[in-house]
């Protein structure tokens, strides 16, 4: 019992950018691309609730979350140092579908901060011996490119500043007729945007839901969204739905 | 030394120990299976269900307050029938006494819902009418006690099952409230349910929840929860069921010492799955170290 809630050490923190960071923790539980865990970093009361961060990468003993600090939660979450403890509840939600035939031509879009959990998808996907191409829109700055090209994925990139890559939305680089499959999660304007793209060029999409949630495993129902198959939990049922379920 | 007896007859239901999981924390049950020993639990509460299915409210629905959770649900559930076929027989089998929280829109659809959970194994009734998060019905009939009295009657004609009314801390007269309630045939009152509250985006210049106001919980309310709680049973005969922020051994023995029969873990459940059987564990513990042989003698003792 109680085997999904775990005291895990903190190995690696590092500052990617300004405002996002890197924290890599101690877990040897299964876990697959697209699946969520609550982090709990601090003692007491307040914050109150652990903060749903979805996993970015993962090896052997240990786990990777990629984190935007935008609140008081997230803020305490990136003043933990290597040696501390922090509380995770999971692996939780469904994760990915990277199960697919070698060659299959997968896109993964991002959108800001949603590029985290698209790491572990390439992995996977990269494994199974899949063509993967990112497309990720930033609004300055980029982030963990390095990473995707690693594993030797093609990357599209598009910023609002211009600074970086193509000016303007990463969804004017997407071509969805160039792939079998589409895998998104960012913001939900581009998140729609992108499968509704898709659906209409019959590519089977796949999208990774953000909602502020408080238990994380199906019971609060704070973080129902509608679907064609009636209500659903986004950290159970999801938090990644097909696109033809949220938006036909 | 032989252990404390924790055990607690609620409304004539035995429970191997004081604490029950609040409605709308704790899904159907088995939302926690993976998590923790359920059985572990006196009791368990469902989400609350209407007679008529819901998708609750829309927008968003949470909103994190210092030590506090504002919820916007707004009744989200499948329905009293699809909750007696599906969710139900799963949530009896798991162990803990099953506490089936009752909504509804209109007294009809109580009565209703109340009808169709008698003729099931239930074996308790928890009558909401509190809810501060649907327009229709909920908190309707919990602000006034001659609404109160109405809707308590009719359900108490529609079951034999024993029926806890859940109150809600808005009423005008909390104790008077519980009084009526009483007299109109409930077995117990549980209390408290969220506090109205409104939390307000200032970038977008409006409410947070679509409703504007929503409920307020955990540890924040506890202080109150805790006085309303050793008000309401200092003015009634039948059991309470104490409950607001809750989130460790020593709050739910300060309820019992304020009177209550019973506690509701809520909130709590969201900071960690497992955290009431840690409660209840911890009740155990302090009894045995205190050599408190029977949980009913510290009961009231405040």
Redesign the interface.
């Given at each position: 019992?109680?085997?999904?809630?775990t005291q895990a050490p903190v190995l690696v923190m590092d500052r990617v950018t300004g405002t996002v960071w890197r924290l890599r923790a101690g877990w040897d539980g299964p876990v697959r691309a697209g699946q969520f865990f609550m982090l709990?970093g601090w003692q007491g009361?307040?914050?109150?609730?652990?903060r749903p961060v979805s996993v970015h990468d993962w090896g052997a003993g240990w786990v990777d979350f990629l984190f935007e600090v935008r609140g008081e939660g997230t803020r305490l979450l990136s003043a933990l140092r290597p040696g501390d403890t922090l509380?995770l509840?999971g692996a939780l939600g469904n994760g990915f579908d990277a199960d697919l035939p070698a060659g299959t031509k997968v896109a993964l879009v991002g959108g800001g901060i949603g590029v985290a959990p698209l790491l572990g998808a390439a992995r996977a996907l990269r494994a199974a011996g899949c063509a993967v191409t990112l497309f990720v829109g930033f609004r300055d700055e980029p982030y963990v490119l390095e990473s995707f090209e690693a594993l030797g994925c093609g990357v599209q990139l598009a910023t609002d500043s211009g600074r970086f890559g193509h000016k303007g939305f990463v969804t004017d680089l997407l071509n969805p007729t160039e792939f079998d499959r589409v895998l998104v999660c960012g913001p939900e304007v581009m998140m729609e945007k992108v499968a509704r793209a898709c659906l209409a060029a019959k590519v089977p999409v796949f999208v990774s839901r953000e909602s502020?949630?408080?238990?994380g495993?199906?019971?609060?129902?704070?973080?129902?969204c509608?679907t064609k198959n009636g209500?659903k939990s986004t950290c159970?049922d999801g938090p990644v739905f097909p696109g033809e379920v949220l938006y036909e | 030394m032989s252990k404390a007896d924790i055990r607690v007859n609620l409304c004539g239901v035995e429970l191997k120990n004081p604490v029950i999981t609040a409605s709308?924390?704790?899904?159907y049950g088995q939302?926690?299976t993976?998590?923790?020993?359920v059985s572990a639990l006196g009791g368990i509460c469902s989400?609350g269900v209407t007679y008529v299915p819901k998708?609750?409210n829309e927008g968003?629905?949470?909103?994190?307050t210092?030590?506090?959770?504002i919820?916007s649900?707004g009744l989200?559930n499948p329905g009293v029938q699809h909750f007696i076929d599906h969710e139900l027989p799963a949530m009896l089998k798991l162990g803990p006494a099953v506490l089936a929280n009752l909504g509804g829109a209109s007294i009809e659809d109580y009565e209703a819902g109340a009808a169709l959970l008698d003729a099931t194994e239930v074996p308790l009734i928890e009558l909401n009418i509190s809810c501060p998060n649907v327009k229709a019905g909920g908190i309707a009939y919990g602000v006034k006690c001659e609404s109160a009295r109405e809707v308590v009657r009719r359900v108490r004609a529609a079951t034999r099952k024993p029926l806890i009314v859940k109150l809600s801390p808005q009423a005008e007269d909390l104790a008077a409230m519980a009084r009526t309630c009483q007299e109109a045939g409930a077995d117990g009152v549980s209390l408290v349910n969220t506090f109205t509250a409104l939390a307000i985006d200032i970038e977008r210049r409006k409410p947070v929840f679509n409703n504007l106001y929503a409920g307020l919980s955990?540890?924040a309310i506890k202080p109150i929860a805790l006085r309303m709680v050793h008000q309401v049973c200092r003015a009634v005969q039948i059991p309470v069921v104490g409950l607001g922020g809750i989130?460790s051994a020593a709050d739910a023995i300060e309820f019992i010492m304020a009177g209550a029969t019973a506690i509701q873990v809520g909130?709590a459940?969201?900071?960690?799955?497992?955290i009431a059987a840690e409660i209840a564990a911890g009740i155990q513990t302090w009894c045995d170290d205190h050599g408190v042989k029977d949980l009913n003698k510290i009961r009231g003792c405040v």
């Open positions: 019992m109680a085997k999904h809630v709990r009361k307040d914050p109150l609730l652990a509380e509840t502020h949630m408080a238990c495993i199906g019971a609060c129902l704070g973080c129902t509608h209500p159970k | 709308g924390t704790f899904g939302e926690y993976d998590f923790m020993d989400k998708y609750g968003r629905r949470l909103a994190e210092p030590a506090g959770l919820n649900i989200q955990g540890p989130t909130t459940n969201f900071l960690r799955p497992g």
